[in-house]
């Protein structure tokens, strides 16, 4: 039976849940319930929205993955309930599962088997990659920079703030740029349109000449918020440009109408460009004005490439995988539609 968290039954049971790390969210990794490898309480939520705890008496070996994927699939499930509640027909009270969304629930249990499986065989066979020329050229670019002695700057775009997979991307690309110009003890700037990227920024450099053994060049870096303004953004950057003259330029995260105004100020001043994104406007401009461009799904692969993380590699590999399904699913689906509707086909044989 449900318990409604609003009730004092409800609230004493979660209370509970969480003081004893059996609670929100079922088998964290930190809880003390995955720590001795069992299980803690579920989450179900009622009709009215309410939210209760459900003995789970689900037991897990030390150090498996499996509660975590079990989380993931019941939460997607309870989120598919909550959001279904409303729909469900009023006649039915009793009915905590909407059947219209049994589709999505199974989307999701695919995507996670997917990842499951791609994280497994990371670990047993090595993920290669294609070579991706502006990967390779971060070496060359940061390389000419110091041999000139301008400084390196680093753009992740004014279209995104860190919830947007493409600035995720970004900040580990800039992790990789700040290994190479900590390691030729080159200057980097990091404009930023948002206060958390910039925040974020600045801790991933530090992070980065820690690691490449250089923690005094973080004096050398400079992390700055510049103006939420799109076209403010684009003014300040293009006269920092002409300022610092820097020997490379990267344009790599979300973009949109300062795409082009920033890469054609960065070939004025001489600039080695390499950029990426996955808009597929802003692309156009990145080609035909930059040296070097990652083309949309490469941006996201480029981590996983420059780190060799596993768990990176699998992701991307898990995104492949997907892809494969969805384009056999429309392949047969076509080819079904095609040879039974008779209509159909000899509309298409005209």
């Keep these: 039976m449900v318990r409604d968290h609003r009730s004092p039954e409800g609230r004493k049971n979660i209370a509970h849940g969480v003081n004893h790390g059996k609670g929100i969210p079922p088998f964290g990794w930190g809880s003390k319930a995955h720590q001795n490898g069992i299980g803690g309480d579920a989450i179900a939520v009622d009709r009215s929205g309410g939210v ?80 991706l020329a502006p990967m390779e050229a971060i070496d060359d670019a940061v390389g000419r920079a110091t041999e000139t002695g301008t400084p390196v700057v680093y753009i992740t775009g004014w279209g995104g703030d860190m919830g947007r997979p493409t600035t995720m991307a970004s900040m580990a690309i800039l992790s990789h740029v700040a290994t190479y110009t900590a390691e030729y003890n080159s200057r980097l700037l990091v404009p930023s349109h948002d206060p958390i990227v910039a925040s974020v920024a600045e801790d991933t450099i530090h992070q980065a000449a820690t690691l490449a053994g250089r923690p005094e060049w973080i004096q050398s870096s400079e992390v700055t918020f510049v103006t939420q303004s799109q076209f403010g953004y684009a003014a300040a950057v293009d006269g920092l440009f002409a300022r610092e003259r820097p020997g490379a330029v990267f344009l790599i995260g979300s973009f949109e109408g300062e795409a082009l105004i920033l890469a054609e100020g960065a070939q004025q001043c001489g600039a080695v460009t390499i950029a990426g994104s996955d808009s597929t406007i802003q692309l156009a401009f990145f080609l035909v004005a930059c040296d070097y461009t990652l083309i949309g799904e490469e941006l996201f692969a480029a981590p996983g490439l420059i780190s060799g993380d596993p768990k990176v590699s699998a992701a991307v590999l898990a995104q492949d995988w997907l892809k494969y399904a969805v384009l056999a699913v429309l392949l047969f689906g076509a080819v079904g539609l095609l040879a039974f509707h008779a209509d159909l086909s000899a509309l298409l044989s005209r």
């Design 52 to 131: 209760g705890l459900i003995p789970n008496v689900l037991r897990f070996p030390r150090h498996s993955k499996l509660p975590v994927l079990f989380s993931a699939l019941f939460w997607a499930s309870a989120s598919v309930v909550a959001h279904s509640a409303d729909d469900a027909s009023s006649s039915s009270p009793t009915s905590w599962f909407h059947g219209e969304r049994t589709v999505e629930l199974i989307a999701i249990g695919i995507v996670v088997l997917a990842i499951a499986g791609a994280q497994w065989w990371s670990k047993r066979r090595r993920l290669r990659f294609r070579r």
